[in-house]
């Protein structure tokens, strides 16, 4: 697996590729954003993990001219500084997959970048029976069942269910999960998926002393994970 | 400020009552508005013209008509100060009318006419000078401090820029315009502090997280640990003093919906791996159903953050936190009850400003000293409230209100409730 790393912060780049290459990744670094463009049409990556503060251009915009020239991504981290709302939404909008605020910690930055990548490998592929601990879902008579007892789930709730479990850990947005669960939804309807997440937690019990978390990132997105 | 500003305020009763005693004297004194008196007598000639034709009025004495109208003059100014202008109008018109009964009731009754225009006249001036005094008051005032203000920001070397073209203006207007021009360059210099701190701490943060990246690198041993602890809390003050510029900052027109209980469920997910460690039962009781309320989404998970992470902290090991949320028609109730050492009693008004700690010996401990003032300033601003009921020794409980979402409520109702609806209405059917 090869990743493309731009961080201009050269003790930080540093110590980020250390946690990347013992996992057995091949990581290039580049330090400007001109560089990444002029040397990234020659090179195939898995991932991309962006800085978004470059000193010559800003991580949205190479994002933006990498898209220009390539119709094909990998998923983009970004790597941002500032932990605000707006800030995160931003990035979201930008079209990153997920970010990791900086000072990121190694089994942070480990879990998006595996999270992404698990989720790339995985994407079409539905099989019949799901199992996460004491949680079973069978996609076939959408049955789920919490320790051998069977959790009643609406529709919509079992759908958002799978898509949570076949994504854990990534961050998904959501506008993509009303795309995706419910099909278009006016934006009146926002409430409907927090909701829904809300009765998942609930009914599943996704709670820490089970081994789960599942989190609002500012009401832009959700990630479920499992609780480190 | 109260001080100049009452002291002015008895300046001009002062002189309004001078004023108007010396018009009253004058006026029934110089016998200068004689034909005054004399169409008000005519006018009750003619009311009471029977009583009037066959008895005797007897004219009162000069220095009893000053004094009585000087008396009549002055009596305004026991409410000219306290209503509005148009109330005091209104009331001034009302007296004037009243006056003349009086008067005319003197006469009628005990057969004595006093001449009643010296204070009829003193009484219809009282109005214009009160108001022509406060008027003028208001603006020496207004121009003083104005002008210390501007003094003030020019010792802070941020003098303002003139303003144009409207010099030679109504004074009025002149000084409306001075007053805008002054709040806006305050509410600038606001914006421009508030810049510079959150330029600042991130500024700070950035050198700091890379520190710490690198500590990782060494291998542990009492100065690493000493050092990583020194970074986390500078780290953690850079943080604080971000978070609360930005509370104070925060734009209550961008407020979102949100539900306030998968919010605090998610700050108890938050702080449950530090709970575990110092083996804390944490108990919560929220309600089932979603309550909303309009706000910021990061600022009140951070400000829930703290109130439980502040309760775990000063928890004994083993202890328990519980987490209860209730409601009414209005507003949401979330108390965090710790079973900590409390906070003394002259101190628990006190830890929601800036830079307290529950415990002053504690200036150690991690923490910026700007949590609980960053939950006070977050709820203020969502209308809300936070406060901390304790007893040394007996624990800490946290109370924080929030008012809830008036708008009528759509929630997607789930299959198996949508069931039972039709079955609550059927005896009625």
């Not at chain 2, 000293?369 to 969502?382: A, D, E, I, Q």
Request: charged share 25%.
């Amino acid at each position: 697996m090869k990743i493309a790393l731009l961080e201009d912060d050269l003790a930080f780049a540093e110590t980020v590729i250390e946690w990347l290459e013992e996992a057995h990744f091949e990581v290039d670094h580049f330090e400007t954003g001109l560089d990444f463009l002029k040397e990234f049409p020659n090179l195939q990556y898995d991932l991309f993990i962006f800085d978004w503060a470059l000193p010559d251009m800003e991580g949205p915009d190479v994002m933006v001219s990498v898209r220009l020239r390539s119709n094909k991504l990998p998923p983009i981290i970004f790597f941002t500084g500032r932990s605000e709302e707006d800030d995160i939404v931003r990035v979201m909008e930008a079209g990153a997959d997920d970010y990791v605020v900086k000072p990121a910690s190694r089994a942070m930055l480990m879990a998006r970048v595996n999270a992404l990548l698990r989720r790339v490998a995985s994407q079409s592929q539905v099989e019949a029976c799901y199992e996460y601990g004491a949680l079973k879902l069978d996609t076939r008579s959408r049955v789920v069942t919490l320790a051998g007892e069977e959790v009643k789930l609406t529709d919509k709730e079992f759908d958002l269910a799978l898509y949570f479990f076949k994504n854990e850990g990534v961050l998904l947005s959501r506008t993509h999960l009303m795309n995706v669960v419910w099909g278009a939804v006016s934006e009146l309807e926002t409430r409907k998926v927090d909701v829904h997440v809300s009765h998942l937690r609930s009914k599943l019990k996704l709670v820490p002393e089970n081994g789960w978390k599942l989190t609002s990132i500012y009401q832009q997105g959700y990630r479920l994970e499992r609780n480190r | 400020m109260n001080m100049f500003v009452s002291a002015m305020r008895l300046n001009d009763k002062i002189f309004t009552t001078i004023v108007l005693i010396l018009l009253s004297a004058l006026f029934s004194s110089s016998g200068v508005f004689t034909g005054v008196d004399r169409l008000i007598y005519e006018g009750m000639q003619w009311l009471h013209y029977e009583e009037a034709s066959d008895s005797v009025v007897r004219l009162v004495s000069l220095p009893v008509t000053i004094a009585t109208s000087v008396l009549l003059a002055i009596l305004p100014l026991l409410w000219l100060p306290k209503l509005t202008p148009c109330k005091s109008l209104m009331v001034n018109f009302l007296y004037l009318i009243a006056v003349i009964f009086i008067v005319y009731a003197g006469a009628v009754l005990f057969r004595l006419w006093v001449r009643p225009s010296g204070a009829l006249l003193a009484i219809l001036l009282a109005y214009p000078v009160w108001r022509w005094r406060r008027l003028d008051s208001a603006q020496l005032f207004l121009d003083r401090e104005l002008q210390n203000l501007r003094d003030e920001l020019a010792a802070l070397g941020m003098e303002q820029e003139e303003e144009v073209g409207v010099v030679n203006e109504d004074p009025l207007q002149y000084r409306i315009s001075r007053v805008q021009l002054t709040a806006k360059h305050l509410r600038d210099l606001h914006k421009s502090r508030s810049d510079t701190l959150t330029f600042i701490s991130h500024d700070i943060r950035a050198p700091l997280g890379a520190a710490m990246l690198l500590l990782d690198k060494f291998e542990n041993n009492k100065y690493t640990e000493r050092m990583e602890r020194m970074i986390t809390r500078a780290h953690a003050m850079a943080e604080g003093f971000l978070q609360a510029s930005r509370a104070e900052m925060v734009n209550v027109n961008k407020f979102q919906e949100l539900d306030m209980v998968s919010l605090t469920q998610q700050a108890v997910d938050d702080v449950y791996e530090i709970a575990l460690a110092k083996q804390l039962q944490l108990s919560t009781q929220l309600p089932e159903d979603p309550l909303w309320v309009r706000g910021d989404f990061g600022l009140l998970l951070r400000a829930v953050s703290n109130v439980l992470l502040n309760a775990v902290k000063y928890s004994p090991d083993q202890s328990e936190v519980k987490v209860l949320m209730t409601s009414d028609a209005q507003s949401l109730t979330l108390k965090v009850i710790d079973q900590g050492p409390g906070i003394p009693a002259k101190k628990v008004t006190k830890i929601f400003k800036r830079f307290s700690r529950a415990d002053g010996e504690h200036q150690a401990q991690e923490g910026s000293g700007l949590g609980l003032y960053f939950v006070n300033v977050t709820l203020r601003k969502h209308r809300g409230t936070v406060v901390a009921q304790s007893e040394e020794g007996r624990g800490a409980t946290f109370i924080i209100t929030l008012p809830l979402e008036r708008r009528k409520i759509n929630n997607p109702v789930d299959n198996e409730r949508r069931a039972l609806i039709p079955a609550m209405f059927s005896d009625s059917i």
